[in-house]
DNA sequence: GGTTGTGAACAAATTCACAGCG
DNA sequence: CGCTGTGAATTTGTTCACAACC
């Protein structure tokens, strides 16, 4: 069944995988053998069931009556996740996103090194940030040519996003993070996820306000619209 | 029923309400004054049937053989989403990330100003931001106490985050979005929201990992794994 | 004719509950 | 006896397809 369920991994628990890693390489650290569903679930804030369905997508790797081994899982996550080695990450966008995302440590020490970052702005291009050389959004093509299958990450403006990830795309980009607040066209042989701050705030004011209505109006009533939704995923 | 189906707005649907404001606006500010669902699907890019099953949750605002006139569909998602008023924000973290965020132009303009941002680092304390003034994190009740009902954003090191999420929290914070790569623990009566940056990358990173695999092992057959999902929600 | 609004069919994801194994 | 792995039940979300209406 593993090897069957290997091609069909479903999209929700592909997106929990990398929560499970963080989790994972912690108790790794702090010389943590044995681990159950249960422990994990609440570490990783799921429900046990969850872990133990997710995880079964990986194949079998637990013991019954035990547990799962920390330090198997974490070999067999990383290397399901494809992070036995360093994927390469451009950035398009110098402004303060940009900038800070180049700054992030997450990035490059999770294996995602940050090799360059494109602008426009020639009075950007040539200077570097955070040791990461700026370079003008013509090199494009020279920069993918270096390092080969490189992941994009968008930190542009919105009017400019669709442009750069269309030339992103035919200079042989297959992944591409979108920070602009734009939605992006994209064809299908090419990987999109987005993250759109303002989004996010906007759906927290819609439960917020939903609240305020709820307890404004009824002060009677038990609780319907529950919080804690954990969003993003 | 639409009157019903104002207290069970589903949840797949409210994360898809701003991505439909944003294009609405952007209509509006290009004089369009009518738009099908068709349209505003491909904008989105959602399909159409979703585009009408997610505004028939908010009433039946369309008129058919017509479309969706855009004034008043901003206006009443403005509402529903809770924008006819301003969300004062404090970030906590004047990190890297934390910075980027206050010179976020995204944010003050769609109705999010920073009032503050919040540090331990006593360098920072009493500095400005682009014009947000850093505070020490011991002044959070009194930052909330001069603004009501605030949005946390957290921007910390991860190690901070579920402690500085506390103090948010006991200070009458219900509302947070999570930057800082941890999972928080946070009652039931908050309302919670992550945006995890390496997650993100680990994802792409899968897609691709299993594309290379499945174009290396079988140069035959079919494509199964087929990539361009949009993920974020 | 064109487009909405929505039941009904379908698909994906979650949760339950327990057999099976260590 | 404890905990995994997984079928079955349930819930949630998506898509179809068409009647209702302008």
Redesign the interface.
């Known amino acids: 069944m593993a090897e069957d369920d290997r ?2 991994i479903p ?1 929700a628990t ?2 929990r ?3 499970y ?3 994972l390489a912690d108790l790794a650290a702090s010389d943590t053998a044995t681990i159950s569903s249960e422990r994990l679930a609440e ?3 799921v429900n046990a069931a969850k872990v133990r369905k997710d995880l079964s997508h990986l194949g079998s790797y637990g013991t019954r009556g035990v547990g799962y081994d920390v330090e198997y899982l974490v070999y067999q996550m990383s290397r ?4 036995t080695h360093d ?1 390469p ?1 451009v950035i398009a966008g110098a402004g ?2 940009g ?3 180049a ?2 440590a ?2 490059g020490n ?3 090194p940050v090799v360059a970052m494109v602008d426009t702005d020639r009075s950007k291009v040539g200077s570097r940030i955070n040791g990461v050389p700026v370079r003008h959004l013509d090199e494009l093509e020279d920069i993918v040519a270096e390092h080969g ?1 490189i ?1 994009a990450v968008l930190a542009t403006p919105a009017g400019a996003a669709q442009d750069v990830a269309d030339r992103m795309i035919s200079a042989g980009v ?4 979108n920070f602009a ?1 734009a ?30 209505d709820a307890t404004a109006t009824a002060t009677a009533s038990a609780g ?10």
Request: aromatic share 8%.
């Open positions: 091609r069909t999209e592909v997106a995988l990398p929560i890693l963080r989790t570490l990783a804030g399901e996740l494809g992070l994927w990450v303060n996103l900038q800070a995302l700054n992030y997450g990035f999770r294996g995602f299958d992941i297959t992944s591409v993070l607040p939605v992006l066209n994209v064809p299908d042989h090419v990987w999109l996820r987005k993250v759109d701050l303002a989004v996010e705030l906007q759906i927290l004011s819609f439960y917020r306000q939903r609240h305020a319907n619209g529950e919080p804690a939704a954990t969003g993003t995923g």
